[in-house]
């Protein structure tokens, strides 16, 4: 269980493994917000000021590299951390995600346990810095 009621944003447009990752993480104690898309995501994020954020590159409207950009340019939410969450897996991918300011990266499919222990590490790690 997460210690605190910590806030995370999924920014994810397939239903399905955002109703996933959701439940996973609401199962854990943490509030779980999401935006099916890369403008609907910025403004939770903006809004909430979350915790960590779970980011998909290829979203509709602004993809998930504009979204981490966007983020590590506001002063206010550079120290946000960011898993990339996407199906994009060739090493160019993961560099541009590292590059932009991406704290880990997950490629599609994935392990929900996986992820949760990645989060809860993250979260860890942020607390700290």
């Known amino acids: 269980?997460?210690?605190e009621t910590q806030t995370i944003v999924i920014a994810e447009d397939e239903a399905q493994i955002a109703n996933l990752v959701k439940y996973k993480l609401e199962k854990s104690g943490y509030r779980v917000l999401w935006g099916e898309n890369g403008r609907l995501a910025l403004d939770l994020i903006v809004q909430n000021h979350?915790?960590?954020v779970i980011l998909d590159v290829m979203m509709p409207v602004m993809d998930g590299y504009e979204v981490l950009r966007a983020m590590k340019a506001d002063p206010t939410m550079q120290s946000i951390?960011?898993?990339m969450l996407t199906a994009r897996g060739l090493e160019q991918d993961i560099l541009k995600g590292f590059d932009?300011?991406?704290v880990d990266y997950i490629v599609k499919p994935f392990s929900v346990t996986e992820l949760a222990a990645r989060i809860k590490?993250?979260?860890v790690r942020a607390?700290?810095?």
Do not use: E, R
């Open 50 to 52: 979350p915790d960590l």
């Open 121 to 123: 590490s993250n979260l």
């Open 81 to 83: 951390p960011v898993i």
């Open 100 to 102: 932009n300011g991406a």
């Open 127 to 129: 607390k700290t810095a």
């Open 1 to 3: 269980m997460a210690s």
